[in-house]
């Protein structure tokens, strides 16, 4: 029988984290830091020739760097930027082509799949990893590596997954100088630690209260395009992962043509979703409008909504504020659950059966 964690018991917190996820999920401002300087600093790029498009290629918590780079680069960048999570790559990738290979451990599969092939098409690659086979194929085929540190969970290290693919755009002349803005996010976001972290009582905790609201109930986190959706999308995997629940994101607009609809059925299943809204000053002010308008749908159907507002200056700020908060609800989730956030046995099983071949 597990037993359920007081959020304002820090040592109970700690004792049921054996991989020391509370501690790493602090780090990440420093992360970000580390990753502005040294950890690219020493990687030696190659001229790249004239790049047409970027794709990031990486799974679960090596692909989600990818999405925050689609995302914060959208209205910055004048080429596409595509996640790609899987063995192939879209035809589209070729010699103008900039692929990021990104594999926390270096040794996932798909990851691995993708980096041959698009080494094969002649693509300009460079590869994110802690080591493994990654590091190794990078090693033979002469391909820039950006070692980072090992000893986390890839969930756990986006500071240090993300980070680099934008100081390399900076670097090769794609994107401004972001040093300026990277180092205020990790300011900012360690301040906000002090108000979500651990040590926070829960009544002033947003983190910690967002947990109570999401404890026994089915979270559905709704962002919104081109500002939040993947946070939202972040959200999910987090409450997955460390706190081993199911969660569902989607975003809005496209929500409003679909997913409102299907909230009649089965009125007892659908009392126990809790939505959560993820807010920033930026959303299309039609998009705000059909935000007020889907609470007020949805109000009587569901367990409730929680709408959470991003804070800080400058998009990577606002970005990162929804992230941490949203990772240490997942955190305090997990606690509530009595469970540890850190192991996830079924993604190594799934690998080691893969493996067997
Ligand atoms: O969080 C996790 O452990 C997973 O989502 C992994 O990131 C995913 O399985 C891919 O592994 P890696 O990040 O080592 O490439």
Redesign the pocket.
Same mark, same amino acid.
């Given at each position: 029988m597990v037993q359920q964690c007081d959020l304002n018991d820090f040592e109970g917190l700690c004792r049921l984290d054996s991989t020391g996820m509370m501690g790493a999920l602090e780090g990440l401002p420093a992360q970000c830091t580390v990753a502005v300087g040294d950890i690219c600093d020493c990687v030696e790029l190659p001229a790249i020739e004239a790049i047409s498009n970027i794709v990031v290629t $990486?799974? $679960? !918590? +090596?692909a989600i760097g990818g999405d925050l780079l689609r995302v914060y680069t959208a209205g910055k960048i004048s080429v596409p930027v595509t996640v790609n999570r899987d063995y192939v790559l879209p035809e589209f990738v070729g010699p103008d082509t900039l692929v990021f290979a990104v +594999?926390? +451990? !270096?040794?996932?599969e798909e990851?691995l799949s993708a980096y041959e092939e698009a080494r094969a098409r002649g693509a300009s690659v460079i590869a994110i990893t802690t080591g493994g086979k990654l590091a190794g194929m990078a090693a033979r085929d002469g391909v820039p590596l950006v070692k980072i540190p090992a000893g986390c969970?890839?969930?756990a290290a986006t500071g240090y997954l993300f980070i680099p693919t934008l100081v390399i755009l900076q670097r090769l002349g794609l994107l401004p100088d972001l040093t300026g803005e990277i180092t205020a996010m990790a300011g900012f976001i360690k301040e906000l630690q002090n108000k979500i972290g651990p040590e926070s009582p829960e009544e002033e905790n947003v983190s910690k209260q967002i947990a109570h609201k999401l404890y026994k109930k089915i979270p559905v986190v709704w962002g919104v395009t081109g500002t939040t959706e993947v946070v939202a999308q972040r959200w999910k995997g987090q409450i997955n992962?460390n706190a081993k629940a199911p969660a569902y994101w989607n975003v809005f607009p496209e929500l409003n043509h679909n997913e409102i609809v299907g909230l009649e059925y089965p009125p007892e299943i659908l009392k126990k979703i809790h939505v959560v809204i993820l807010r920033d000053e930026q959303e299309h002010p039609r998009v705000q409008k059909r935000i007020e308008i889907t609470k007020g749908i949805i109000k009587d159907a569901l367990d409730g909504v929680t709408e959470v507002w991003s804070s800080g200056d400058g998009d990577l700020a606002r970005l990162f504020s929804l992230i941490y908060t949203g990772d240490y609800a997942s955190l305090y989730l997990a606690a509530l659950y009595g469970i540890d956030p850190g192991p996830?046995k079924i993604?190594d099983y799934l690998k080691w059966e893969l493996a067997k071949e």
């Amino acid at each position: 029988m597990v037993q359920q964690c007081d959020l304002n018991d820090f040592e109970g917190l700690c004792r049921l984290d054996s991989t020391g996820m509370m501690g790493a999920l602090e780090g990440l401002p420093a992360q970000c830091t580390v990753a502005v300087g040294d950890i690219c600093d020493c990687v030696e790029l190659p001229a790249i020739e004239a790049i047409s498009n970027i794709v990031v290629t $990486g799974l $679960g !918590g +090596s692909a989600i760097g990818g999405d925050l780079l689609r995302v914060y680069t959208a209205g910055k960048i004048s080429v596409p930027v595509t996640v790609n999570r899987d063995y192939v790559l879209p035809e589209f990738v070729g010699p103008d082509t900039l692929v990021f290979a990104v +594999s926390y +451990s !270096g040794n996932t599969e798909e990851t691995l799949s993708a980096y041959e092939e698009a080494r094969a098409r002649g693509a300009s690659v460079i590869a994110i990893t802690t080591g493994g086979k990654l590091a190794g194929m990078a090693a033979r085929d002469g391909v820039p590596l950006v070692k980072i540190p090992a000893g986390c969970a890839p969930r756990a290290a986006t500071g240090y997954l993300f980070i680099p693919t934008l100081v390399i755009l900076q670097r090769l002349g794609l994107l401004p100088d972001l040093t300026g803005e990277i180092t205020a996010m990790a300011g900012f976001i360690k301040e906000l630690q002090n108000k979500i972290g651990p040590e926070s009582p829960e009544e002033e905790n947003v983190s910690k209260q967002i947990a109570h609201k999401l404890y026994k109930k089915i979270p559905v986190v709704w962002g919104v395009t081109g500002t939040t959706e993947v946070v939202a999308q972040r959200w999910k995997g987090q409450i997955n992962e460390n706190a081993k629940a199911p969660a569902y994101w989607n975003v809005f607009p496209e929500l409003n043509h679909n997913e409102i609809v299907g909230l009649e059925y089965p009125p007892e299943i659908l009392k126990k979703i809790h939505v959560v809204i993820l807010r920033d000053e930026q959303e299309h002010p039609r998009v705000q409008k059909r935000i007020e308008i889907t609470k007020g749908i949805i109000k009587d159907a569901l367990d409730g909504v929680t709408e959470v507002w991003s804070s800080g200056d400058g998009d990577l700020a606002r970005l990162f504020s929804l992230i941490y908060t949203g990772d240490y609800a997942s955190l305090y989730l997990a606690a509530l659950y009595g469970i540890d956030p850190g192991p996830v046995k079924i993604i190594d099983y799934l690998k080691w059966e893969l493996a067997k071949e």
